[in-house]
């Protein structure tokens, strides 16, 4: 199966900063690539799927890039609402799920 | 406003059974591929099984297949995961979710808030 890495783990911030999640998959798994957002008591939000395509809806503050096994999710700007786990979700093959980054605004 | 809606989550014996439902609203369920995906207390997620718009293919995650049946009732815009066998592992909260398809690949676009399962003597 392939295994799905994040880091950091946890992260604080402030507003305005711009954060970036790295997302590394044991093998290549071309651009099959998700990124969801989820917020406690709630279902994970789509943010961004074939790794760098964000999903109707989602702000223009979230983006994706990265091929191969080496993925990256930034936000720009970083705002109260964005408080949340980010997790990355490969679908190259089978599913797997990254284990989360929990982003916390100072 | 388009929303997936679960239930059934309960408190059961390991070796008991449950039913979830997950109702979907503001949209047709019928042209979609569904899907069923757990989080335990306090860790990943962790997709559990999926069943094709057409019913046709169904597909299960080792650790269930045998004991879970995922199925559909397209006319009431329903799915449904019957957990038979419950084991403490099973304990999770359980997600329905909308499955976008681009053969064999395939993602989510559309989750329900969770119901939890627990599952303890």
């Known amino acids: 199966d392939i295994q799905m890495t994040q880091s950091p783990s946890t992260l604080s911030a402030s507003l305005g900063d711009r954060v970036t999640i790295t997302c590394r998959a044991s093998?290549?798994?071309?651009?099959?690539l998700a990124w969801y957002q989820q917020k406690p008591g709630k279902g994970p939000k789509l943010l961004i799927y074939?790794?760098?395509t964000l999903q109707s809806g989602v702000s223009s503050r979230f983006s994706g890039s990265g091929s191969g096994t080496e993925f990256t999710l930034t936000i720009s700007s970083l705002q109260p609402d964005d408080s949340a786990t980010y997790f990355c979700?490969?679908?190259?093959?089978?599913?797997?799920f990254g284990p989360g980054t929990k982003l916390e605004i100072k | 406003e388009v929303q997936l809606v679960e239930s059934g989550g309960d408190l059961a014996q390991p070796g008991g059974s449950l039913r979830l439902s997950c109702v979907a609203s503001?949209?047709?369920?019928?042209?979609?591929?569904m899907t069923w995906v757990r989080q335990a207390p306090g860790k990943g997620l962790e997709w559990v099984s999926f069943?094709?718009?057409?019913?046709?293919?169904?597909f299960y995650a080792d650790s269930v297949r045998g004991r879970f049946t995922i199925s559909r009732d397209n006319a009431k815009n329903s799915l449904y995961l019957q957990m038979n066998s419950l084991r403490a592992e099973d304990t999770a909260v359980y997600f329905c979710?909308?499955?976008?398809?681009?053969?064999?690949?395939?993602?989510?676009?559309?989750w329900g808030r969770g119901s939890l399962v627990t599952v303890s003597s």
């Open positions: 979700q490969q679908y190259h093959s089978y599913r797997t």
């Open positions: 093998e290549s798994i071309a651009n099959w």
């Open positions: 074939e790794a760098s």
């Open positions: 503001g949209f047709t369920l019928s042209p979609y591929t």
């Open positions: 979710a909308r499955a976008v398809v681009t053969a064999p690949h395939w993602y989510f676009d559309l």
């Open positions: 069943i094709s718009d057409s019913d046709r293919t169904v």
